[in-house]
């Protein structure tokens, strides 16, 4: 193979690399250009990432990334939700128990309508997605008030607040 092949092969892999690649040119894919919208949150939104399905950092379009998102908030409010009512068997405490028990019933309600609305309207959906929040605000405080510190709880609290800030930044950018 002479050099003016080689030369022409090694470009056209590279080119064919930055094209399919997941990420766009400046190593950002759409999900953490969104995060890095939000500063108060960018940092734990990409901590939160690191842990998402592989659809969710591969999206390329809005519509994909939000139903993406939506579809991981349901799953993950659902087994944080699994987590509280296991330990509120074990503790029974009364804060636990209406963490478990109504906060996070909200929580999952307000994902899975802003999954179901999503594309017919976005802004109620986008809504829904902001409303799931409320949750994991109410049950801090709801621990605080019974001076209950559990960095399980505080930590489950934190993601699923940040899931649910970004679901509303992703699902704000869909135009009907």
């Known amino acids: 193979m002479n050099s003016s092949a080689l030369c022409s092969f090694v470009v056209a892999v590279c080119v064919v690399m930055v094209c399919y690649s997941p990420m766009g040119a400046n190593g950002e894919g759409l999900a953490e250009k969104m995060c890095m919208e939000n500063m108060e949150y960018k940092d734990a939104c990409l901590m939160l990432l690191k842990q998402a399905d592989p659809k969710i950092v591969n999206a390329k379009k809005v519509d994909e990334l939000a139903e993406a998102i939506l ?35 909200g929580v999952v309600a307000s994902f899975k309508s802003a999954l179901e609305e999503f594309k017919d309207d976005p802004q109620t959906a986008s809504y829904d997605a902001k409303v799931a929040g409320d949750g994991p605000s109410d049950c801090d405080r709801g621990l605080a008030s019974q001076n209950l510190n559990n960095p399980a709880i505080t930590a489950l609290n934190r993601q699923i607040f940040t899931l649910s800030n970004l679901a509303f930044r992703i699902v704000s950018k869909i135009k009907n």
């Open 71 to 105: 579809e991981w908030a349901v799953a993950k409010a659902k087994d944080a939700q699994a987590f509280l009512k296991g330990l509120a068997q074990i503790d029974n405490n009364k804060a636990i128990v209406q963490c478990a028990n109504f906060d996070y019933d």
